[in-house]
């Protein structure tokens, strides 16, 4: 640590930092636009300047600029002289000399960081008359607004979006003071990070386009720290809500898990909160067949007792989800008892589900947090499009290119954070990066050869290989081309040569081979490399969740089938969950045909039509629980917003109204009794209970709880008077340590440290804006003050386990199986970032980008389209599994030779005998060309 002096007095800041981040990380208020805690400093604004002395005796000192400038022991800088204040005085006003007078009607005002550092660096007249220059703005899609003419040039958009993320479609056009930041011509923003840009610009350049359609002032919404639910990787957000709606998500900061962004998918796909097909009211259904009929919550609940009152012992079983609390599941499994709880996921899922968790639980090699990819300095990616399944964990294995050239800046005397340089004397450089895939990612672009293209079981294969170059003992391939083996052979010497590799792999493929071979590779180059590191994609925000639940004693959905065919059933639960994509259409149809058969989901789906009872559920925004992400790591999501119903509960609630009914259960506990329930009785989730990481309901700072809304919120009265004119009471909130109000403990003086889990907003004196995070840091770009907002639940046993030895067959080469009409491919699974998320798609601005209009279809190389005599432009038959499908086709110049990617959007108006087409995948196909083709 080094001592400098700031006006004066003498503070500890780390060594190498800048002065910028040291002032900070120290609590001091320095303005600034260009630098940003995760593109670091490239002194484009010039507004940080701060004034540096020689020594004590030096009375007259120089200008510098503090982002650029690092920390030396014994150093002397003032913030407060008053050349340094005039001249970020003069910085401001000059960049405020072509932006428009336009803060009331500015999307970004109230939560504006150029608001903010004007008022700081003391600019509050404008003297310019002249004329200003102004743009035309851009159309850039349906995520993000565009107004040009508020721009200040401080280059984060383009350094976020083109050097941070990977983008090529957004850059900076012009010179001089005529600079524009946008695209060669109008049309959607082309990466899956655009929505960054609203919280990384400074001003309004860029804007929330889905928020604009429901603007509300920033100040008048209504927030709760909760978790994604649109992937496995358990990103931090914060949900506003006003009138009840949901209006926007924004970047809630998590070391470990998602830093300062999000991805698209999870920042826009937020409105089937919102959505049409929500379920408002419960249904019974009176007659068989017939449509249901609503029905008083009181109804359904008394013909769900009727009804399983006359159920023998045994006789209900129970489906949980993928995508439902850990209380959810908890609470199903207690009600219908533990053997006749089923995971409501495939066959595959389950069995690689069940795989993952001995991998990470019995194996010596921990599960990668994205901190950990952002810090890998090599990479292979095994099988997975983590840019369209795990698209944070894409954008972390971006960053993670970039760390093993890195080490050489020290030769050159280039401190890391500053960011141009650092890029200059790196040039096209990039660490060891290895993509193995049936078809092209978004991740090609950094691979380090040519990216490896093949069937899963050869990606298995050379999987395998690698296991085997790293650790003889390892099982090899024998019949594997001297090609092949070269490849594995350069790819293990990069790794073991590295310092943190990384093996990234997951579901998406469908195969379980992959899975095995990449377990072998990391346990291998644990040997030889002791911070190596394994990441997992999963299916759902809960899957790890419902994976560890009964583990390793669990059943998937199939048995529950098998169960209600051989007539051991009578009833049947499910929440949250969608059948006809674990069990199809038939499977699904046969289990909700039990005499009593309830749905508890908060979308109508199939299975809650198919459902006797259909019981209406609060969403994430409208509950509280707990999600398990992809390394285990379990986090609280809190109420943003009371259901508008007052029949909708979560489902957890449900369940205990059911126990109620039944006489099982006296009274329904809050949910916080039912987590601590589920952590003393499973060991697995025992962490789960730790207050430091979990406040209880209890908690309170200088006995007061923390506000959900900010202290500004207004219309408290107002918009209640279709009620009456009396501001009625806040709801109580007993379940967590929230207020559903303005009142109660929020200060960034760090006197107070606020729980991460809890933090609702972020805001202290002078920064109104997401900037504001700063302050509740313990360094800038470092963990939260409060500790951290989620807990592992396991980790490594140490121990060197048996390596797998199954090693699959080389995929055969052949056209198809053979019998009649023997045309055909062998058939994997595609996924799309904006397409192949269910609850997503009920977002208008995502559903609007899913390829191909949102229709189904096959990707073929031209090759393997040519050889089979087809067109990209016919239409086809497709049988698999016995079952036919129509699908359009598609060239696809990076897929494989001899496969074919299956696209199955997962929206409302794919049928259902579609919907569960991915469980039968990876598999041979044969096609039929359909005589009408498409022109």
């Not at 826009?268 to 029905?295: L, Q």
């Not at 489902?651 to 009914?661: G, T, Y």
């Not at 008077?721 to 009625?728: H, L, S, W």
């Not at 598609?890 to 696209?903: I, N």
């Amino acid at each position: 640590m080094a001592i400098i002096f700031i006006d004066g007095k003498p503070y500890q800041a780390k060594d190498g930092v800048s002065l910028l981040d040291a002032c900070l990380s120290l609590g001091f208020d320095v303005p600034y636009f260009c630098w940003h805690p995760a593109l670091h400093s490239v002194g484009a604004c010039r507004q940080c300047a701060v004034k540096v002395f020689k020594d004590e005796k030096d009375a007259k000192g120089k200008i510098v600029m503090s982002c650029m400038t690092p920390v030396a022991d014994g150093m002397r800088l003032s913030i407060d002289d008053p050349e340094a204040i005039k001249f970020r005085a003069s910085v401001i006003e000059w960049l405020m000399l072509n932006h428009p007078h336009d803060c009331p009607v500015c999307d970004e005002g109230g939560e504006c960081h150029l608001q903010d550092m004007t008022l700081l660096a003391g600019h509050v007249y404008r003297r310019t008359t002249l004329k200003k220059r102004t743009h035309t703005n851009q159309d850039l899609g349906p995520f993000v607004n565009h107004e040009m003419n508020r721009c200040i040039q401080c280059y984060r958009c383009v350094r976020f979006y083109k050097d941070y993320a990977g983008g090529k479609d957004l850059d900076v056009f012009g010179c001089h003071d005529h600079v524009y930041f946008g695209r060669s011509r109008d049309g959607a923003l082309e990466s899956e990070f655009s929505g960054n840009l609203v919280e990384v610009c400074p001003t309004g350049v860029f804007t929330d386009k889905t928020f604009k359609k429901h603007y509300t002032r920033k100040w008048d919404l209504q927030a709760a720290p909760s978790v994604c639910v649109h992937c496995s990787l358990g990103c931090n957000t914060l949900p506003g809500e006003r009138y009840g709606t949901l209006r926007r998500i924004r970047n809630r900061y998590n070391q470990s898990v998602n830093g300062y962004f999000l991805c698209d998918r999870g920042r826009y796909g937020y409105e089937f909160v919102n959505s049409k097909i929500r379920i408002r009211t419960a249904s019974v259904k009176t007659n068989g067949a017939a449509p249901a009929d609503e029905a008083a919550p009181e109804l359904a609940i008394s013909e769900i007792r009727k009804k399983l009152n006359g159920t023998h012992e045994g006789g209900i079983i129970g489906i949980g989800s993928p995508r439902a609390s850990l209380e959810s599941n908890y609470a199903l499994r207690e009600l219908v008892g533990a053997e006749n709880f089923y995971h409501g996921v495939s066959d595959t899922v389950f069995n690689m589900m069940g795989e993952i968790v001995r991998i990470i639980k019995d194996g010596p090699v921990a599960a990668a947090s994205l901190e950990d990819a952002r810090e890998a300095d090599a990479v292979l990616v095994l099988g997975e499009d983590v840019s369209n399944t795990a698209p944070m964990l894409a954008l972390a294995l971006r960053q993670a290119s970039r760390n093993a050239p890195m080490v050489n800046l020290a030769k050159f005397k280039i401190p890391h954070w500053d960011d141009a340089a650092a890029r200059n004397a790196i040039q096209n450089e990039k660490s060891p990066f290895f993509v193995a895939s049936f078809t092209g990612t978004r991740l090609d672009g950094l691979s380090s050869e040519k990216p490896y293209r093949a069937a899963p079981d050869d990606v298995a294969r050379l999987g395998f290989l690698i296991a085997h170059e790293l650790a003889p003992e390892s099982p090899g391939v024998p019949d594997a081309s001297a090609e092949e083996k070269s490849l594995a052979r350069r790819i293990a010497v990069a790794l073991r040569n590295s310092k943190k590799p990384l093996i990234v792999c997951g579901t998406g493929p469908q195969s379980i081979h992959i899975l095995r071979a990449a377990a072998n590779a990391a346990w291998a180059l644990k040997r030889a490399v002791p911070d190596a590191r394994i990441a997992f994609s999963l299916p759902g925000c809960n899957s790890m969740g419902l994976a560890l639940m009964d583990f390793p004693s669990g059943r998937p959905v199939s048995e529950a089938l098998k169960r209600v065919q051989a007539g051991g059933a009578k009833a049947v639960i499910v929440i949250e969950n969608e059948l006809d994509e674990s069990i199809g259409k038939e499977g699904a149809e046969e289990i909700m045909s039990l005499p009593c058969s309830v749905a508890i989901d908060f979308i109508a789906t199939r299975t809650s039509q198919l459902a006797g009872v259909a019981l209406p559920a609060a969403s994430f925004a409208e509950s509280q629980g707990t999600f398990v992400n992809n390394e285990a790591r379990a986090q609280r999501f809190y109420m943003v917003m009371q259901p508008q119903n007052k029949n909708i509960h979560g489902v957890w609630r449900w369940i205990m109204e059911i126990k109620a009914a039944l006489g099982t259960e006296k009274q329904c506990p809050e949910i916080d009794a039912l987590t601590a329930e589920l952590a003393k009785r499973m060991p697995q989730f025992a962490p789960i209970a730790d207050r430091a990481y979990f406040p209880p309901p209890g908690f309170r700072i200088a006995g007061m709880k923390i506000p959900r809304q900010p202290h500004r919120y207004s219309g408290r009265t107002a918009m209640h008077t279709n009620i009456g004119m009396v501001e009625p009471k806040p709801p109580a909130d007993t379940g967590s340590a929230l207020s559903f109000s303005m009142e109660g403990f929020y200060d960034a003086s760090k006197k107070q440290k606020i729980p991460s889990a809890l933090l609702t907003h972020y805001w202290a004196p002078f920064w109104n804006s997401v900037q504001a995070l700063n302050k509740f840091q313990s360094g800038t770009g470092g963990p939260l003050l409060g500790g951290e907002s989620g807990k592992r639940l396991m980790e490594p046993s140490g121990s060197a386990p048996a390596y797998f030895t199954d090693i699959p067959e080389k995929q055969k080469k052949a056209p198809g199986p053979s019998g009649a009409n023997n045309k055909g491919f062998f058939a994997v699974p595609l996924y799309h970032v904006f397409g192949s998320e269910r609850l997503s798609m009920e977002s208008q601005a995502v559903a609007g980008l899913c390829p191909e209009e949102g229709q189904p279809f096959i990707a073929a190389s031209p090759r393997t389209l040519s050889a089979l005599g087809l067109n990209k432009s016919d239409t086809m038959e497709l049988e698999i599994g016995g079952a036919v499908f129509d699908f359009k086709t598609v060239a696809d110049e990076e897929m494989a030779e001899g496969l074919a990617g299956v696209f199955v959007p997962k929206n409302a108006n794919i049928a259902a005998d579609l919907a569960g087409l991915y469980s039968k995948l990876p598999a041979w196909a044969r096609f039929l060309v359909k005589t009408e083709r498409k022109q």
